[in-house]
């Protein structure tokens, strides 16, 4: 007796041995069933096995496989059953209890009140039985899969002859429980299978991502993404340089002014092919600019693209400013030498020597105008392409200042100079300077106009100061800018070409020195050159 437990003991090992290497050679959930049952048909004789997930939180048990009559059933044709934690059913009881069940009764036992059993035919069709007709299944053994110490599953092995004994209930439960582990073995390879899968497509996104952010850091137009609250969540190089701030994490509408009204006049493409650009001031801080945006629909918001024109537009702008100051200025000499010499060429009039001499003196002097203006063009292209000779050497302001005033002879001006004083520097550009400075009082000023010539440690001071309207604060700057002139479109201002400034100021500076203004509006103008001493 003891002899023949051992036997059957070394026998059951021995399968069990067998059953582990070839349930653990399954890669997949579906092979190691299959296995499964191809293991079973070697040791327990069966019509059916019905292998049933019970998921606790619905209360549900789902059929995982189904073998009925040599034939393989489809589960997922198979519904969910919900748990009969009351009732008869002997898989609910399974679950509830915890404990395998073997049934050498069947028949008998769903006669008994609430005796359930629910059968499955080779077509796959679900069949509760006693309700649908009497059970063919003569005997039924019924074990809880666990997991942790829950049931998480019943398997259900069935016959429809002959009975089961305590040594097949011993042998499935230790089958199931090997089926179970390598089952999950499978699932949880599966799963790592799939979280490598995911992680790698995210890596290749990523990577796609950082080269289109590369690509963009080198596109010369600013590229923001704005998302659907406005919060620049991506910012390229290019744009941050041309605002001046770091936009990523900034409101749009804490950086760009008036914002909104951007957004809204931007027409926003649904597809790149699509856009359309328009070209709109924005102010950024203090700056004023003119950037021409591009707008993009995307899934996380707008994407603009914008290009810097602030250069272009103030180069158009000082071109317009160009050709006005200069066809005004060259007309109105033009139009003097013109007049004089129509007049001149009547033949109807008989001229005096002196009328003759007067309009030939208007000739004279409105073409000295004319070639004035020429030479003031030329000189300032030749400043702008650093074309100009500037000699440095030791001048006598003082003796300077009293010649020039020499050949402004007649003009109203009071002269400071202490004798002598000198300055390093190119004497003819100096001179330059000074007769645009005093020019410009006389002309834009009213007497007294005083020139102060004054030591300021290392550098010489010269001051011209007249007692005019002065300039407001507002242009103190501007009027050094090439071709800028207060009020040009005034029908009496005095004529000039708006590059007076410019060039005294460029020549100052080309000297080692520097031209600036001081003026309390109402009270006239003080234009202050410093000049390095020698
Ligand atoms: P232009 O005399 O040819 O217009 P400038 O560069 O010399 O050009 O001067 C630029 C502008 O600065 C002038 O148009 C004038 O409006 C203003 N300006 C220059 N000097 C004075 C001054 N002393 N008082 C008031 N305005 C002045």
Not at 512 to 525: D, K, N
Request: charged share 25%; hydrophobic share 45%; aromatic share 6%.
């Amino acid at each position: 007796m003891a002899d023949a437990r051992v036997a059957a003991d070394s026998e059951l090992t021995q399968v069990l041995l067998a059953a582990a290497q070839r349930l653990a050679e399954s890669i997949d959930a579906e092979r190691v069933y299959d296995s499964f049952h191809e293991l079973l048909e070697e040791v327990v004789p069966h019509d059916g096995v019905v292998v049933s997930s019970f998921a606790a939180d619905e209360g549900l048990i789902r059929c995982e496989y189904a073998w009925v009559e040599g034939v393989r059933v489809d589960e997922s044709t198979l519904p969910p059953l919900p748990l009969n934690r009351a009732g008869g059913g002997m898989q609910s009881r399974v679950i509830v209890t915890g404990e395998a069940l073997l049934v050498n009764d069947v028949a008998e036992r769903i006669q008994e009140p609430g005796g359930t059993y629910y059968n499955v035919d080779r077509e796959g069709r679900i069949a509760k039985i006693p309700d649908s007709g009497p059970a063919h299944t003569t005997a039924a053994m019924m074990v809880p899969v666990k997991y942790g110490g829950a049931v998480v599953g019943v398997v259900q092995l069935m016959r429809d002859r002959g009975l089961y004994t305590h040594r097949d209930l011993e042998l499935f439960s230790a089958l199931v429980g090997l089926m179970h582990a390598a089952v999950r073995n499978a699932r949880l390879q599966d799963e790592r299978a799939q979280l490598e899968a995911v992680a790698a497509v995210e890596r290749a996104r990523a990577d796609e991502r950082e080269q289109a952010a590369r690509v963009l850091e080198l596109v010369g137009d600013g590229i923001i993404l704005a998302d659907r609250d406005g919060v620049i969540v991506f910012s390229n190089r290019a744009a941050d340089a041309v605002t001046g701030v770091e936009l990523c994490g900034r409101l749009a509408a804490d950086v760009f002014g008036a914002w909104e009204s951007v957004a809204a006049a931007v027409p926003v493409a649904r597809e790149v092919g699509a856009t359309s650009s328009m070209t709109l001031p924005v102010s950024v801080g203090d700056r004023e600019l003119w950037l021409s945006f591009v707008a993009v629909e995307s899934a996380e918001g707008v994407v603009y693209a914008f290009r810097d024109l602030t250069a272009e537009r103030q180069f158009d702008e000082e071109k317009r400013d160009f050709v006005a100051t200069i066809s005004h200025e060259l007309r109105t000499p033009m139009t003097g030498v013109y007049g004089a010499a129509q007049t001149l060429l009547r033949t109807d009039i008989e001229w005096s020597a002196s009328q003759r001499h007067d309009l030939l003196q208007l000739i004279a002097s409105q073409a000295e105008r004319l070639s004035q203006i020429v030479d003031d063009l030329l000189l300032a292209t030749n400043i702008d392409h650093d074309r100009i000779q500037i000699s440095q050497e030791p001048v006598e302001v003082g003796e300077l200042v009293r010649q020039t005033l020499e050949l402004l002879e007649g003009s109203d001006v009071e002269v400071e100079a202490p004798d002598p004083s000198y300055a390093l520097g190119d004497r003819d550009r100096i001179q330059q300077i000074v007769v645009n400075l005093l020019d410009n009082a006389l002309k834009y000023g009213r007497p007294p106009v005083r020139l102060v010539v004054a030591s300021a440690g290392d550098a010489l001071q010269l001051s011209v100061r007249d007692s005019g309207t002065g300039i407001p604060r507002e242009q103190q700057e501007r009027i050094f800018e090439k071709f800028y002139r207060r009020d040009p479109e005034l029908a009496r201002a005095p004529s000039g070409t708006g590059l007076g400034l410019y060039i005294a100021r460029a020549l100052a500076e080309r000297m080692g020195g520097t031209l600036e203004v001081r003026s309390v509006p109402g009270s006239g103008a003080e234009f202050v050159l410093m000049l390095p001493c020698p």
